[in-house]
């Protein structure tokens, strides 16, 4: 799995969730290590393959973010990026909690809504949604408890590759947070559902 490709949608879908806009914004990033990454890699028979998912999801391990804001599982300890993105000379703090393995990659994101650009959180997904500069393959309406969400799947160009993205977001209370998988293969594998099922706000 090529490193950082994530890095690729940050920004534009942090200020997309936000503001609703394709804006430019200007980012900086420190990486600050919470835990060493757990990495396992499995060479799987098809015979085996019903077995190995489930293993794969009983890897697993609930992981608390530091600030207290959630919880979710992941298959080793993720880590910390914090992003400061300027939009309309408004300092924007990214928190980003990434786990990249050899065949995967589980992120979650999220970021306080500034004061004055806050809307109806079905407008704010609508706009994150419209100004993904992908094609969007599959969107369809989620919530979180009481929380509204959108999930989707997109595709984005890595240089000769293609990375398929699956990617969640919910608009909770002054809250943007953003959940993103990708398998290496591109298919939805149960280990997604495990981490995205996991997620839970604190």
């Known amino acids: 799995m090529k490193k950082r490709i994530y890095s690729i949608l940050l920004a534009c879908l942090l200020i997309a969730a936000l503001a609703g806009c394709g804006k430019k914004a200007e980012t900086v990033a420190t990486e600050t290590t919470v835990a060493q990454s757990q990495e396992t890699t499995q060479e799987s028979k098809a015979v085996e393959a019903s077995t190995e998912a489930q293993a794969g999801a009983d890897a697993f391990a609930t992981f608390e973010d530091p600030n207290g804001l959630f919880t979710a599982s992941y298959p080793g300890t993720p880590k910390e990026m914090k992003q400061s993105v300027s939009s309309e000379g408004t300092a924007i703090d990214l928190y980003s909690y990434m786990l990249e393995q050899e065949d995967a990659l589980y992120n979650v994101m999220y970021s306080a809504i500034p004061e004055g650009t806050a809307a109806e959180p079905s407008a704010m997904l609508e706009g994150a949604v419209a100004n993904i500069p992908y094609t969007i393959e599959d969107s369809k309406d989620i919530t979180l408890g009481e929380y509204q969400g ?24 002054d809250h943007v947070y953003q959940l993103q998988a990708v398998s290496e293969s591109g298919e939805r594998t ?6 995205f099922n996991s997620f839970t706000l604190k």
Not at 165 to 171: E, K, L, N, T
Not at 190 to 195: A, G, L
């Open 150 to 173: 959108k999930e989707l799947k997109y595709s984005a160009p890595l240089g000769s590759d293609t990375i398929v993205f699956y990617h969640r977001v919910y608009i909770a209370g």
């Open 190 to 195: 149960p280990e997604i559902d495990t981490f």
